[in-house]
């Protein structure tokens, strides 16, 4: 075989490929996108401290315009403020003046005071613009405040100082609002504005040179990552190859190839050569975990062709031919056996003693899988042979668990509830071994279950004894019995089937029903509760529907 165009038998033809999109490209790409978040985290950061830091020193700014102006408009002035004459012109023309020569020496453009009347806010000093002195359309005294802002209104509320940034007819401003007390104790806020254009502007300026620093060291961590990708690629490229070309041989490695790995294995003491070594350890236990595995998949096809074969003895062990007995028409009998493994540990079975009984038994071993089912063959055995000679149910199941008991090294059990119906009075005698008790539905549709006798499970203690009781089938009642599959059936949610939705189960289905009708509706009710879950135990249930000896054959 062609080392190089050789296929690998386990794995079946390797298809080709086709680097469309490189190592190379694709570490380049990933080293761009890194930098190019860095670059913008770190333009962002720093955009971010020198916001911060001018936003600072501009607040810092307002706050000593705002002192300086409450000292040009002392408590005293505002103590005099009662309405809109309590001022004269010439004293509210002058403080105005002064005013506004502080606004333009600290490049502001207003300083002011309010004070609040009611609901509503006054102008009782203020600078003013050199436009609006020349207009002469400076603010008055007294004048009211129609667009405060909300925060000047909470200014006002709690007495304290904030900072604010707001739009009104007098432009776009950020502004601080100074709560002071007046000696009368009354309110008055000072405030001082700075243009917001001259704030965007700095911001803008700082903004400018975060980026280009971000993209000075985009361009630098670019170059240098360059660099890095070219010594790693090289090496990496080799090895893909390597690795292609093994995998084309069946994992049998090939001396030039193998002389290179060792080459970059001495060579780069850092991860690439590290992968080159483990490469090599790599190839060595792929070959022997081929070897192995072969050595399993056998084991494993030898394993289940056994199981296969006993899933079928077992399954022949069961009467599965059903009507059971189409000559007579005074019993209708179905049972369905569903394992949670090929192989399992429940039960049923059933069989005419004479011409006149029915014997019938249902039983859960306790486990899954070969043990169980090697246990659910002995004691099928042993209740088909015990029925025979025992007079009794109580004595039938005292047999069984003796013989079970006795040499019972792995310790097992089984749980049963077996019966006798005498077909030609509708008389059932029935005993218990520690399983679920039966459900009787009637005729007309009701449903009864039976008294829970008192009894052990078999095989545990060899000198059990078990009560027999008794009941009656009128025609057309139909004794159901189950295993815990069925009432411990779990759903995806590990919500149980439970007893309770047996008996809803069987309730509602329609009176006149067969054998076959009800066992196949119980166990769909079971399958569509269950939904996607995998099934957990083994699933038996067992209908004996009495017809009335009034319908029996010749």
């Known amino acids: 075989m062609n080392e190089l ?30 930098n190019v978040v860095a670059a913008g985290a770190y333009s962002a950061v720093l955009y971010e401290v020198d916001r911060t830091e ?70 009782v000093s203020t600078s003013a613009t050199p436009r609006e002195w020349q207009a002469n359309t400076r ?20 007495g304290r100082p904030r900072f604010d940034e707001y739009k009104d007819e007098f432009g776009a401003f950020r502004s601080i609002y100074l ?33 280009a620093v971000g993209v000075a060291m985009f361009g630098l961590s670019m170059a240098l990552g360059w660099l890095l990708v070219d010594r790693i690629i090289g090496p990496l490229i080799r090895l893909t190859a390597f690795t292609r070309n093994i995998g084309q041989r069946n994992f049998q490695p090939d001396e030039t190839e193998t002389a290179a790995l060792s080459k970059i294995s001495r060579s780069r003491p850092d991860e690439v050569g590290s992968l080159a070594e483990a490469m090599t350890a790599m190839i060595a236990r792929l070959q022997r975990y081929l070897v192995e595995m072969q050595q399993a998949t056998a084991a494993r096809e030898r394993v289940e062709g056994e199981l296969s074969a006993a899933r079928d003895i077992q399954a022949g062990m069961l009467p599965r031919t059903f009507p059971p007995f189409p000559d007579r028409r005074d019993v209708d009998v179905f049972a369905l056996l569903e394992s949670a493994k090929q192989v399992g540990g429940d039960l049923y079975d059933y069989a005419l003693i004479d011409r006149d009984r029915l014997f019938f038994v249902v039983g859960d071993v306790s486990g899954k899988g070969v043990p169980a089912a090697l246990f659910m063959a002995m004691t099928t ?12 149910t109580g004595e039938l199941m005292a047999r069984v668990n003796a013989e079970l008991a006795r ?67 009128a025609p057309g009642d139909a004794l159901v019995l189950f295993t815990d599959g069925v009432s411990e059936a779990a759903n995806l ?62």
């Open 179 to 211: 709560p002071m007390k007046a000696p009368d104790g009354r309110t008055y806020v000072v405030g001082a504005d700075i243009p917001l254009g001259t704030v965007r502007e700095r911001l803008s300026d700082a903004l400018r040179t975060s980026i």
């Open 54 to 123: 001018i936003i600072a020193g501009i607040d810092g700014r307002l706050k000593t315009a705002a002192l300086a102006v409450a000292e040009m408009a002392p408590g005293a002035y505002h103590v005099r403020v009662t309405g809109p004459g309590s001022i004269t012109t010439d004293e509210y023309d002058r403080l105005q003046r002064q005013l506004s020569r502080f606004a333009d020496g600290a490049e502001l453009q207003y300083v002011y005071t309010y004070m609040r009347f009611g609901r509503e806010i006054r102008t």
């Open 381 to 392: 055995t042993l209740f088909k042979a015990a029925a025979l000679g025992a007079l009794t």
């Open 407 to 473: 040499d019972n090294a792995a310790q097992m059990f089984v749980t049963a509830v077996c019966g006798i119906l005498d077909l030609a009075t509708g008389d059932v005698q029935y005993s218990d071994g520690g399983h679920e008790a039966p459900f009787v539905r009637r005729a007309d549709g009701r449903l009864e279950r039976l008294p829970k006798l008192p009894g052990m499970a078999l095989g545990i203690f060899d000198d059990t004894t078990f009560e027999t009781g008794r009941f009656q089938l």
């Open 5 to 34: 165009t050789g296929e690998n038998p386990l794995a079946g033809e390797q298809p080709s490929h086709r680097r469309r999109f490189g190592l190379k490209s694709q570490l380049l790409l990933l080293l761009f996108t890194l």
């Open 139 to 158: 603010i008055r005294f007294f004048a009211h405040y129609r667009e405060a802002p909300p925060k000047l209104h909470q200014t006002f509320a709690d």
């Open 493 to 554: 949610d590990d919500d149980l089937f439970t007893v309770g939705r047996i008996e809803t189960a069987l309730a509602a289905t329609r009176p006149v029903i067969d054998a076959r009708g009800l066992a196949q509706g119980l166990a769909e009710d079971v399958r569509v509760f269950v939904g996607e879950a995998a099934q957990s135990d083994d699933i038996a249930i067992l209908v004996v529907r009495y017809e009335g000896p009034a319908r029996r054959g010749p």
